[in-house]
């Protein structure tokens, strides 16, 4: 961009200005700051850099491949493609009755949350349709929808444990394993909405290509990304889709809407299976070293926050990869003012696993040391 619109500093314009004006013999001689034509020209060289710097944006925002924000919206916007927009989980939850002969009435807009994390976050989800339990059945599932659009949403299990309005004849609620049915997903960052628009040509080949399935896939509400395995991995005419949401695991509604967006460009003889990124947990235990006289009072429930940080599920970073040195780098810069070194215990090494694997976090362990 420098070759393309250089832009000097005010100080080399009024330098090259004045020689050009004393080139053309002009009459008036005094340039200096505070004169009359030293303050009229800063100010005109200050309007010719903002206008350079003006057109340095409209010019990035011209090209897909530089442009971003709303500027990246509308260019791909010619390309006939949208930006996925943030979508809320939904999901169930489970009840169980103190007494189950009477029947259990769950209105619709009853709010419940999770039990606060390590920071003390709560997130709240919000019963979508009225739910009765009769008499007799001692357990029944509420339909619920997070308040509000985004991953984060994405709780683990046994984690939406209150209702915030009391309900009568209620031993248990939480949400159980597969709880989800909707993952909740966040706004399509720039890097993989810029690359899904250049990849849009992949979708006008006549037959289907791996690049035109996995653009048509990602395209795709509540996707993160898509492995195309078409290396005939299930015998001649096989292809494998693996999908990756924002929860890791892609669960059978969001399967079932990529199964449906494939369809039409699917190739007459294409045996395509649609199927899911499993996901592998990793323990992790680190060691944090503090000054002797260092007080370490939340410190240990700080650095448990930025491990999950971490781990948090997006397209940010390498899913299948635990690399050490940038997890330490990562907690380190949140607690660089407060711990001298840190050390990670497990794993021992950088994890890499095969492209359709997704590393989530199972447990964290922090012990501080001083030194």
Known sequence: MDKLIPIKTIDEEKEQLIEKLEQEDFELKNFETGSVIGTIIMIFLRIKIELLILIRKVYIGMFVKSSSDEWLDNKAEDYGKIRKQAIKTEGYLTVQKIDRKKELII?????????????????????????????????????????????????????????????????????EEDWLIKEGSDTEIDAS???????????????????????????VEGVLYVIVEDMHPRGQGTVNIVVASYN??????????????????????????????ETVAIDVNLTLYIDYNASEQGLEERAITYVKEYFEISNKRELNTLYLSELIFYVRKNLDEEITAIKIIEPAQDTKLEKDKVIILNRVTVSIERV
Not at 250 to 276: P, Q
Request: charged share 25%; glycine share 6%; no cysteine.
């Open 193 to 219: 909405f810029r690359q899904r628009t250049l990849n849009t040509w992949s979708e006008l080949a006549t037959y289907s290509t791996a690049l035109k399935y996995k653009n048509v896939a990602e395209s």
């Open 248 to 277: 890791g695991t892609a669960g059978e509604k969001l399967l079932k809407d990529v199964e449906d967006a494939i369809e039409s460009i699917k190739g007459v003889y294409d045996d395509v299976l649609v199927k899911s990124a």
């Open 107 to 175: 209105p619709k807009g009853y709010v419940f949350k999770t039990l606060p994390s390590l920071a003390g976050k709560e997130y709240r989800f919000i019963s979508s349709e009225k739910t009765v339990i009769k008499a007799n059945e001692e357990t029944g599932k509420i339909l619920i929808i997070a308040e509000e659009a985004g991953s984060k949403y994405n709780v683990p299990t046994n984690s939406i444990r209150q209702s915030l309005v009391h309900i009568e004849n209620i031993q248990y609620l939480s949400n």
